[in-house]
């Protein structure tokens, strides 16, 4: 989605399903900020919690626990753990839930742009979102 120059619409007035549109786009714009958030933070868990110590073979219940695991793990491994991360895909992931996100949002304006029973006001709100404007 672009920045377009977007229309001045003045009394513009939402129906039922358009006003469902709006809802959905609104969730999807939170659902990439929670995408976000989880990727970032299993990336982080991946690397600083020590996912990749395992204890020994004589260990007991406390020793093979999570919570020992995580903090066991020492400076080499978390060193280890940032050397040996593909950050490459890391950023690539985090590019593309806002990719995926304006996708949606397009594909929604655009159908609720096609629809017959909507006013020209709604029509052009929906055309303008559909071809890059942001409100």
């Given amino acids: 989605m672009s920045n377009t120059m977007c229309p001045t619409l003045i009394g ?3 129906d039922e ?3 469902q549109a709006l ?3 609104n ?3 939170s659902t990439v900020k929670d995408g976000w958030a989880a990727i970032v933070i299993g990336q982080l868990a991946v690397i600083f919690c020590g996912l990749a110590v ?3 073979s004589s260990a ?11 903090a ?4 080499t491994q978390t060193a280890y753990n940032i050397y040996q991360t593909n950050w490459e895909y890391f950023f690539k992931s985090l590019s593309s839930l806002d990719r995926y996100a304006n ?8 159908l609720q742009m096609i629809r017959s029973r909507i006013s020209p006001k709604e029509r052009q709100f929906w055309k303008a979102l559909h071809y890059g404007c942001k409100f």
């Fill in 17 to 19: 399903e358009s006003q």
């Fill in 103 to 110: 996708n949606q949002i397009s594909t929604t304006a655009g």
């Fill in 23 to 25: 809802n959905a786009i």
């Fill in 60 to 70: 007991g219940f406390i020793e093979s626990s999570l919570g020992f695991k995580l």
């Fill in 12 to 14: 513009i007035t939402f």
């Fill in 54 to 56: 395992k204890p020994t």
């Fill in 72 to 75: 066991s793990n020492d400076v």
């Fill in 27 to 29: 969730d999807m714009k």
